[in-house]
């Protein structure tokens, strides 16, 4: 079945770095959410991208959707603690369902 | 705040019990989801529906069953629980648009 990879799996960073994760489907996509999972809470609904090439922005955090539609990837500004958690990208493919697909996810970690 | 609800947030229970975990939620989706979650990996969909009585198997082999006899309520059982069941199950509708709206969990413990 289709997968949704997402990469890296983990990610430290110092406070005030930035951090980027990036997901990869094999297979055209009709759009693509992002969603961010605190430790020990559900995943939230952050973004979602529709048009090749899109380009959103939300303060720190800034999401793209590829030219083919079949990559996407979130870039956080100068990361804070708030920041840490797991990162999911959830896809839904062309063929038209609303099932979506969620990503392997990366987990953020921001020191200090 | 989303109005997606679920229960019970927390349950112990011994093998071959028969459970069913709920999920009821007041924003009028039609499309309702259960994932299983393992702490800090990915969401993998169990079941999924798109309206009353509709429902569909996902990509996850699962001894379990749904229901969806009303819009706001999508029931998810287990008729025979298993340590290998021992996980979180997290609901979520979607509205047209697309966004999920996920509720908290219920973290389930067979033993």
């Known amino acids: 079945g289709q997968q949704v990879m997402q990469i890296p799996q983990y990610q430290h960073v110092q406070e005030g770095e930035d951090f980027t994760t990036y997901c990869n489907s094999s297979?055209?996509?009709?759009?693509i959410q992002w969603y961010k999972q605190r430790p020990g809470g559900h995943p939230v609904f952050l973004i979602q991208l529709v048009k090749s090439g899109e380009v959103k922005k939300q303060k720190r955090l800034t999401f793209q959707f590829g030219e083919a539609k079949k990559n996407s990837s979130l870039h956080i500004t100068a990361t804070q603690t708030t920041d840490v958690g797991t990162y999911f990208c959830a896809a839904r493919t062309t063929s038209g369902t609303y099932k979506y697909i969620f990503g392997t996810g990366t987990r953020l970690k921001v020191l200090a | 705040e989303a109005d997606i609800y679920q229960t019970p947030r927390y349950l112990v229970i011994g093998t071959g019990k028969k459970i069913t975990l709920e999920c009821s939620q007041t924003m009028g989706h039609d499309k309702m989801y259960w994932y299983q979650q393992d702490p800090g990996m990915e969401l993998h969909l169990i079941h999924y529906s798109y309206g009353v009585n509709s429902t569909e198997k996902g990509d996850l082999s699962s001894e379990s069953t749904v229901s969806r006899i009303r819009t706001e309520h999508f029931p998810l059982t287990l008729e025979s629980a298993r340590p290998s069941h021992t996980s979180q199950y997290l609901c979520a509708s979607r509205e047209v648009q697309g966004s999920a709206f996920f509720g908290q969990g219920t973290r389930l413990t067979v033993v």
């Open positions: 297979t055209t996509l009709s759009n």
